[in-house]
């Protein structure tokens, strides 16, 4: 019934949670990083869809401040190689699970985006996802499933909880941004998600269209910070509230990147737990604990920063 699915992307955070996922689930899967497979490339993905019954893409341009001076090249990949993978995913009757993000909304709202709210990036980052959603609508409006996602963290890759972590064994404080709310997503849950979400898919239970693969709750980067190093042993008193002005970057950043998590009912799926909840069981990982060993060790040692 699963048949046999493609992960592009699949040397990335995400890429590996959810070929882990599949190969726990006991469902055949292909792996194919961006050394393997280029999306832009249609011949290739066409090669690549043939013989596969659900396609999960990670692939993405993901440099947020270097998509302002590059935007070209990330609507490239986020855009263009998106609905190369949908051509080719439409012409084989395939269906696309496609990792999209919250910056396709403005980010000035006071409730949690819904999945029918009007989109409105606000950075070139945010454009060119936006420019892959498009395509994913358009040329599978049925087989065709965008999963919004945002503050991903995982054992796999850079990401803010780990450099936290990092972070913590040479400073002695740190001053964390606390006007920017979101929902802290841990990857392999967002993995595992995706990977029900096809199996719905699959079984005629899920309807195309948007969903978003956020945690549930809300916080700030400050809170995910604290939160961290209290989960970790560490004081989250060392952790010092301040504003985004304080950290100016090329691409501007949307300040409520909170999703409403409605339609995962219509596919008989519960949403992704809390954040803190998620939090609590990556921490358990040992990438992440043997970072947290090194920074107690570390404040021990008297580091300053």
């Excluded at 692939?59 to 590059?70: C, H, I, L, S, Y």
């Excluded at 959603?133 to 409006?141: D, S």
Aim: some cysteine; overall charge negative; hydrophobic content about 45%.
């Amino acid at each position: 019934m699963a048949g046999r699915w493609l992960v592009t992307g699949a040397a990335g955070m995400l890429g590996q949670d959810v070929l882990t996922v599949l190969k726990a689930s006991g469902i055949e899967a292909v792996g194919l990083g961006r050394a393997d497979l280029d999306i832009t490339d249609p011949a290739a993905v066409r090669a690549a869809v043939e013989g596969i019954t659900v396609v999960v893409n990670c692939a993405a341009w993901t440099d947020v401040d270097g998509a302002e001076t590059a935007e070209e090249a990330a609507t490239a990949v986020n855009g263009t190689g998106v609905r190369v993978l949908a051509e080719a995913c439409a012409a084989a009757h395939v269906r696309l699970l496609h990792v999209s993000t919250d910056y396709v909304l403005p980010g000035d709202a006071s409730e949690p985006y819904r999945e029918d709210t009007a989109t409105g990036p606000v950075n070139a980052y945010g454009r060119s996802k936006l420019a892959g959603e498009q395509a994913v609508a358009e040329l599978l409006p049925q087989d065709g499933y965008v999963v919004r996602t945002a503050w991903l963290y995982g054992e796999h890759g850079p990401n803010f909880v780990a450099t936290m972590l990092k972070l913590a064994a040479q400073r002695d404080t740190l001053d964390v941004v606390d006007d920017q709310h979101g929902q802290p997503t841990w990857s392999h849950a967002l993995a595992r998600q995706l990977v029900e979400l096809g199996l719905a898919a699959l079984k005629g239970h899920a309807m195309g269209g948007i969903y978003h693969g956020t945690a549930s709750g809300r916080t700030t980067w400050m809170g995910l910070a604290r939160e961290t190093y209290r989960l970790s042993g560490l004081d989250p008193e060392r952790i010092r509230p301040t504003t985004s002005a304080a950290f100016v970057r090329p691409a501007v950043r949307p300040a409520f990147s909170v999703l409403a998590h409605d339609r995962w009912a219509d596919a008989g799926l519960a949403p992704l737990a809390d954040w803190r909840e998620q939090l609590a069981e990556a921490l358990a990982a040992p990438a992440f604990t043997a970072l947290a060993g090194a920074a107690r060790n570390g404040s021990a040692n008297g580091s300053t920063g």
